[in-house]
């Protein structure tokens, strides 16, 4: 079996995924709509940039090393580039779809996947008839992106028109997807975005002692916050302002932050509320030593307002770290108020902060929470399972 994938070649959760696949003797090859690192054992990369990508922001470290000037001017311009993306993005696909279908004949493969709908799954409507094309929502495609205007919300209805198969992360998505235009007949698979957590590699970091070279302090609480800036998606603003008060009452945590190294909102908001001693900026983080720093903490924030299922909870939760989430439909598929995580009003300062002093102060609580969500993942997200899901289900379109 050979699946072209449509996707960006730079984020860890598409790497994550081809590997997944590989190891499952999937051929694969790639048409990354951004400059990318090269992808070991893929049949062929392509580079495609689609929608203004050049311009897109990026919080992977499997980037090009001249685009680091570029991704600091996004950084402080992404609202603006987000919105004239959503207007232009759109208009500007057709342009490519000449050249998409070119590398499908050259390439090709029995099926292929767009690993988003904006705006990969946009590019991968033009694929022809004969071919089967999965899609998949990512957490804000249609709670966010799909309604940023009118164009976007033509494409997104055309992606999902076209799709012959779904794969979602949340069953929110699947549910929303009909109204987008997707057929509910058709097939649909719920599973984590990234292909799954490989419980046996972290339980191996578990198990080893603690190596981390990262300049967090030891033997102090620590809540992590990885999520990185996302416009519309994550209220970081929200996540700064409470840290003062969680200082208030704990002042020896430490608040650490990957991916957010640098960043101009980040810096702004530790100079304007004096709280630079207690937070830790870092670069995106590789995959082993993200782990090893949710071994490490006590307490994991994702200030959702949109999202569907993020990798980085699931991880976080496999590694024992006690969840406070926005309280979204979402992240309500996974996490049970007081019982293995904690949700709050992502817009209130003094409830985020007043859930991270509980779970700081409950060890009961995160001890517990810690036990239930390891079952929870090796039931619902462990690669070995997710993985057998992909295939069967990629080969279901193909006998169609």
Same mark, same amino acid.
């Given at each position: ?6 996707? @960006? ?41 689609? /929608? ?93 992106? *799909? ?20 794969? /979602? ?13 997707? @057929? ?17 590699? &972290? ?49 020896? %945590? ?20 004096? &709280? ?22 006590? %307490?994991?924030?994702?200030?959702? *307002?949109? @999202? ?9 939760? /496999? ?7 926005? @309280? ?35 060890? /009961? ?24 899901? %992909? %295939? ?9």
């Amino acid at each position: 079996m050979h699946v072209f994938l449509v996707a @960006d070649g730079r984020s860890p959760i598409t790497r994550r995924w081809i590997n997944s696949l590989l190891a499952a003797d999937v051929r694969v090859s790639l048409c990354s709509t951004f400059a990318c690192a090269p992808v070991e054992g893929i049949a062929g990369l392509h580079i495609l940039p689609i /929608a203004f990508s050049g311009l897109a922001g990026s919080q992977s470290a499997n980037v090009q090393p001249s685009s680091a000037p570029r991704r600091s001017l996004v950084s402080r311009f992404r609202p603006l580039l987000l919105s004239a993306r959503y207007w232009l993005g759109p208009l500007s696909l057709k342009m490519q779809v000449k050249a998409y279908r070119k590398l499908l004949a050259a390439a090709q493969p029995d099926l292929v996947h767009a690993l988003r709908i904006p705006f990969e799954g946009m590019l991968a409507a033009s694929t022809p008839p004969e071919l089967p094309l999965a899609v998949s929502i990512w957490g804000n495609d249609l709670t966010l992106h *799909a309604r940023g205007s009118r164009e976007m919300a033509a494409a997104t209805r055309r992606a999902l028109q076209r799709a012959d198969a779904l794969v /979602a992360d949340a069953a929110r998505d699947l549910r929303l997807a009909a109204n987008w235009g997707f @057929d509910p007949h058709k097939p649909e698979l719920l599973v984590p975005g990234s292909g799954g957590i490989d419980l046996a590699e &972290i339980q191996s970091l578990r198990d080893r002692p603690r190596t981390s070279n990262l300049a967090v302090p030891a033997g102090v609480p620590l809540v992590v916050n990885p999520r990185g800036f996302r416009p519309g998606s994550l209220r970081n603003d929200v996540f700064f302002q409470s840290i003062p008060l969680v200082l208030e009452r704990q002042p020896n %945590v430490h608040f650490v932050c990957p991916s957010m190294a640098g960043q101009p909102e980040a810096l702004e908001w530790i100079e304007r509320l004096k &709280i630079a001693p207690a937070v830790h900026l870092l670069p995106t983080l590789p995959q082993a030593q993200l782990w090893e720093l949710f071994l490490r903490s006590d %307490v994991f924030i994702s200030p959702s *307002a949109h @999202d569907g299922t993020p990798n980085s909870l699931l991880e976080a939760m /496999a590694c024992g770290c006690l969840p406070v989430v926005g @309280d979204i439909e979402s992240m309500r598929e996974w996490i049970t108020p007081g019982i293995n995580g904690l949700l709050v009003d992502s817009n209130q300062a003094q409830s985020l902060a007043e859930a991270v002093l509980l779970g700081l102060e409950n060890a /009961a609580l995160r001890a517990s929470a810690a036990g239930q969500n390891y079952q929870i993942i090796a039931d619902r997200a462990d690669v070995h399972r997710v993985r057998l899901q %992909v %295939v069967e289900f990629y080969q279901s379109l193909l006998r169609a």
